[in-house]
């Protein structure tokens, strides 16, 4: 068998195997942190659902094959020991293709049991002759279409309960096999095969490259982890369906399967420069359900959207800095909807959650603020805390900005006023002059503590009074391992390794720190946290979060947001380096002229 040009490789385990558009992946995690020891489909749609296993065999007993996986963006291929190898590719989102130089694979529902209510019903179709999984679970059809070879060892065909469910797919000695697979969900015409399997794969490999060349045309050796990343990425969108109304990257194709409400702002920062109208996409989608207070939901998914809690409003910020990466401006019609959108989502916090005589708003929990265990919240919930104020003071000056441009001065007047007053507040009854506090809202108490959430206002950048960002700036230096931001100063008796938001490092805390310490004129630390941001990211990949002192990737391990903010550290890096030469390139003229 041919190969067609591949991209970078990865481990499957670590990233699922699957292509722009498609709900559904080829991967061993098959639930939250569980892994089999087979490669599944695995389906994204009402949840995430382990549907179908894949088990390559051997030999003529059809025993379980020892096989090695190797993945890159447009081809998976198990690697049998004993010779001959599977490969499989996507030819559409709905479909993939397997073929096979030897090696049989087996083909079986992943639930053993099917009850009235969960498993997967299998049968052969007498209209095609395709074998057929229909699952519960998703609600979709999985239907297998022998091209070549054939169909072999066909079990529990029709049957109830418990037993095993699939065929084998094989070939004569010597000979191959080719098969395909759908996720339908009706009926649709029988599968005809559309191209031959190596163009298939070479389509694939020239989608995703055009994507990544898009998204990443400065990449270099400099910046070895770009490809990927624009990989995890490009996978890890899904078209529109159910709650999702637009073309979305969910955070993971593992089991972090939604859109949460600040991680698609990283994700749309990273694609705006290359696919603008993707990137509007993903900035928009979580505005598209919207409530009617104003308040934005937690996350969506192709079946729920939920609004039991919000994330923080770094809305603002992030249209900002959108705003200044697209390669065309908006125009008034897309001003004018994220204007309106964004004054409903900053009245919300106005209203709804500020208590009566309170200047400032305040987060009803931990998952609030987006840092859901921070230790700021360990003394209560309910809470008014800095970085809450910092945040929507950013948002309130890019409503000030939008509605001058659209020609309303005085909504522009008063968003500033506001802007002004919720900063001065800030610093008022929060900032003790060398720390930022928090304060319960039902007791009026006190506090401090070694959170990096703490240290957020700096994202405030410019606006910041000079003597404050210092502080900051020096107490964040304290919190930079060897490997970047720790969540929680690893001196302190509430540091973990693995604590979620009590220690280990997270790509959205970076990516806002760094942007605020650069506009505040910290430069020489933003340089030095996103290089080790970004050198974390090429040797340990795309983790949800890493082990402050050691490196290591924690949980879900391809997470979007944590390739999105490479993506932003790196361009940037490179855009400041490529400056940094010419400007040293014209002075080495101007010397040699004097």
């Given amino acids: 068998m041919t190969d067609a040009p591949s991209g970078p490789a990865f481990a499957v385990h670590d990233i699922p195997f699957s292509t722009h558009g498609s709900w559904f992946d080829i991967s061993p995690v098959v639930a939250e942190q569980t892994l089999a020891d087979d490669l599944h489909l695995v389906s994204h749609q009402t949840g995430m659902h382990a549907v179908l296993r894949f088990v390559p065999l051997d030999g003529p007993r059809g025993d379980r094959a020892r096989t090695t996986v190797r993945a890159t963006p447009s081809r998976l291929s198990w690697t049998v020991a004993g010779g001959g190898r599977i490969d499989l590719v996507y030819e559409a989102p709905d479909t993939v293709r397997l073929r096979s130089d030897g090696p049989a694979l087996r083909i079986a529902a992943a639930a053993d049991t099917l009850t009235p209510f969960s498993g997967t019903y299998f049968y052969d179709d007498p209209v095609d002759g395709s074998y057929v999984f229909t699952s519960y679970e998703t609600g979709r059809r ?9 169909a072999a060892d066909v079990s529990g065909a029709q049957a109830l309960g418990g037993g ?65 990343a624009a990989y995890v990425l490009w996978s890890a969108t899904v078209r529109p369906a159910g709650f999702v109304g637009r ?50 939901p937690d996350s969506v998914t192709h079946s729920e959207v939920l609004y039991n809690f919000v994330k923080p409003p770094i809305h603002g910020w992030a249209l900002g800095l959108l705003r200044r990466r697209l390669p065309e401006p908006l125009g008034r019609a897309e001003l004018t909807e994220a204007y309106r959108r964004l004054g409903r989502w900053t009245d919300f916090w106005l209203t709804a959650r500020r208590a009566p005589g309170s200047a400032l708003p305040h ?27 910092a945040f929507l003071t950013l948002q309130l000056h890019q409503l000030a900005e939008l509605a001058a441009e659209l020609g309303l001065p005085d909504e522009a007047d008063s968003w500033s006023r506001t802007a002004a007053a919720t900063q001065s507040a800030m610093l008022d009854r929060l900032w003790t002059g060398d720390r930022f506090q928090a304060r319960g809202v039902r007791t009026g108490s006190t ?17 910041l009074p000079d003597h404050i960002s210092a502080v900051l700036a020096e107490r964040i230096e304290a919190h930079l391992t060897p490997h970047g931001l720790a969540t929680e100063l690893p001196a302190s008796p509430h540091y973990r390794s693995d604590g979620y938001w009590r220690g280990p490092i997270w790509a959205p ?86």
């Fill in 142 to 150: 999985y239907r297998v279409t022998v091209l070549s070879g054939e």
């Fill in 164 to 228: 095993d469910r699939g065929l084998t797919v094989t070939a004569a000695p010597g000979g191959t096999w080719e098969t395909a697979v759908e996720e339908l969900d009706s009926a649709r015409e029988p599968y005809r095969s559309a191209a031959p399997f190596d163009r298939i794969a070479e389509a694939a490999h020239d989608a995703f490259t055009g994507f990544a060349d898009a998204v990443a045309p400065w990449r270099s050796p400099d910046t070895p982890a770009a490809e990927l």
């Fill in 247 to 296: 073309p979305a990257v969910l955070m993971s194709k593992h089991w972090m399967d939604k859109v949460w409400s600040w991680d698609h702002c990283f994700n749309a920062l990273a694609l705006a420069p290359g696919r603008p109208e993707l990137a509007w996409d993903q900035f928009s989608l979580i505005f598209d359900h919207q409530d009617s207070s104003g308040a934005l």
């Fill in 363 to 389: 987060y009803q929990h931990g998952n609030d603020s987006g840092w859901d265990n921070a230790t700021v919240f360990d003394p209560e919930r309910v809470t008014v805390t800095a970085d809450l104020a």
């Fill in 447 to 463: 506090w401090t503590g070694s959170s990096l959430l703490e240290l957020m206002p700096i994202a405030l950048g410019e606006h």
């Fill in 509 to 594: 805390a970076t990516v806002l720190i760094e942007d605020g310490l650069r506009r505040a004129g910290h430069q020489r630390l933003a340089d030095e946290i996103s290089a080790r941001f970004r050198t974390l990211c090429e040797t340990n990949g795309f983790a949800e979060n890493f082990d402050a002192l050691t490196g290591a990737g924690l949980r879900d391990r391809a997470y979007t947001w944590t390739a999105s903010s490479y993506l932003i550290l790196a361009e940037a890096h490179r855009l400041r380096s490529a400056t940094g030469k010419a400007a040293a390139a014209v002075e080495a003229v101007e010397a040699v002229g004097d």
